[in-house]
């Protein structure tokens, strides 16, 4: 069986033709928060991220595309990030496009993730940060088990206010 596959959702590596996909989710502003990025990035940039090499071990983060069984091209993206093989941990990060929210993928996506990442890469914890005000990301990390551990105050200028951000774990 696939490690990386359910019924509805799987996820696989990025691809060359993936550019034109991570082009409309870097450069949806609404997430930019978060990602603490605050400039677009490009075609080009885009095309030769995807025709790199990706190594979680050397660059500490990977990211897995996300794709269901009735979608011909990816519909978002997992990331694993600040990757530690020392403590045995990482961040993970998730966005689903709009049109696709709201429909489990979401939950799916995780919930592979966490498999994979306590099976095939021997992690311990994984951890993630969501902005007070997003009900949606607090909700979708608690359905996968993750417990708020924290609060980081006033972190991140949003529209002239500063905003907490929330942080979660999950052991595995």
């Not at 030769?48 to 990211?63: E, N, T």
């Not at 088990?145 to 929330?166: D, K, M, P, Q």
């Amino acid at each position: 069986m696939n490690d990386l596959r359910s019924n509805r959702v799987s996820l696989r590596a990025i691809e060359s033709n993936d550019s034109e996909v991570l082009f409309d989710i870097e450069n949806d502003t609404s997430g930019w928060i978060q990602s603490d990025n605050f400039l677009p990035f490009s075609k080009d940039v885009l095309s030769k991220y995807s025709s790199g090499q990706h190594d979680l071990v050397k660059f500490g983060q990977y990211r897995f595309m996300i794709e269901t069984s009735l979608e011909p091209k990816p519909i978002g993206c997992v990331d694993l990030f600040d990757y530690n093989a020392v403590h045995s941990r990482a961040g993970v990060g998730i966005y689903i496009s709009e049109s696709h929210r709201n429909k489990s993928y979401g939950r799916e996506a995780l919930e592979l993730l966490i498999s994979y990442s306590k099976e095939r890469l021997n992690l311990r914890m994984l951890h993630c940060s969501i902005l007070d005000n997003n009900e949606t990301s607090k909700r979708l990390f608690n359905s996968v088990g993750f417990s708020e551990t924290g609060v980081r105050n006033n972190w991140y200028l949003s529209n002239g206010a500063y905003r907490n951000i929330i942080l979660l774990q999950k052991e595995l």
